[in-house]
């Protein structure tokens, strides 16, 4: 299969950002790993501080993969865009968080993507992408 992940506003920062919250490792490292987890699959990689690139990069993942893994940070919060981005597009979206959202400060709790993607994962730090893509696996059939 072909997914491609989404990564939203400051997650470029990771290893360097708060990592009592999120870790000490870049996704540039992690990402290493998690396609020697997955060898015989394509996992493609596209991060961005910008709503409306996460949009186009949905729109465009439509025809090119089997489906997506998006973390839009903390667009997950404030963006009804992206959420009907989601809506419009048929190829399925997996919401991860590395943090527990449910567990963090209360705006932090309400997710827009949560209703439209058919997957959410938080709270398992990196290793939620790697989830994300186990579920898809089993759940989603390539065409």
């Not at 990564?7 to 999120?22: A, H, S, V």
């Not at 910008?50 to 903390?74: F, R, W």
């Not at 963006?79 to 449910?102: R, T």
Request: hydrophobic fraction near 35%; proline fraction near 4%.
């Amino acid at each position: 299969m072909k997914f491609i992940i989404i990564n939203g506003p400051n997650l470029n920062l990771l290893g360097k950002r708060e990592p009592e919250i999120y870790g000490h490792q870049s996704f540039e490292e992690y990402l290493k790993t998690l396609r020697n987890e997955f060898p015989g699959h394509q996992i493609d990689y596209y991060q961005t501080n910008h709503e409306g690139s996460i949009i186009d990069t949905l729109q465009e993942a439509d025809s090119k993969y089997d489906a997506v893994i998006l973390n839009p940070a903390a667009y997950t919060h404030t963006s009804i865009a992206i959420a009907d981005c989601i809506k419009a597009i048929d190829i399925p979206v997996v919401e991860v968080h590395i943090s527990d959202i449910n567990k963090r400060e209360d705006f932090r709790k309400h997710s827009f993507v949560k209703d439209v993607a058919v997957y959410s994962i938080s709270g398992q730090g990196l290793n939620g992408y790697a989830t994300a893509v186990k579920w898809l696996l089993r759940n989603i059939h390539n065409p």
